[in-house]
């Protein structure tokens, strides 16, 4: 099948799946025209890649969650830590946000929202220095 219809099947887009094909991802065929040609085996791989990526792994991570996934003699403590390590990532990206979140909120409240122009948000964001 041509590209077009491997993106369909893996939902990723072409551009994306060619880039996966330049860093070594996938590994299409080429018909005798040249182009390239993906069979049911580069579309499940398409659809790992994808799958991974939306649950957070970096591209370096999902390539190897895919040697892991294609490697019979694999050992399962080896995802799981790659898995915890992504949970550890993510629940401190969540901290950051709910820090973030939180200052956000105080300057809300601190805000009159008025017509005057004094405005704490604007103040704490260019670093209460007072220039402009």
Do not use: W
């Amino acid at each position: 099948m041509n590209i077009g219809e491997a993106s369909r099947l893996s939902g990723l887009p072409p551009k994306t799946i060619r880039y996966y094909e330049e860093i070594g991802l996938v590994k299409p065929g080429r018909a005798n025209n040249g182009y390239r040609s993906y069979g049911d085996r580069d579309v499940h791989m398409l659809r790992f890649l994808q799958r991974s990526r939306s649950l957070g792994f970096s591209i370096e991570e999902a390539r190897r969650l895919l040697a892991l996934y294609v490697d019979p003699g694999r050992r399962s403590e080896d995802v799981r830590r790659l898995a915890s390590r992504r949970m550890a990532e993510i629940d401190r990206k969540i901290a950051e946000l709910q820090s973030l979140k939180r200052a956000l909120a105080d300057l809300t409240e601190q805000c009159q929202g008025g017509k005057g122009p004094d405005c704490p948000i604007l103040e704490e964001i260019a670093g209460a220095s007072g220039e402009a």
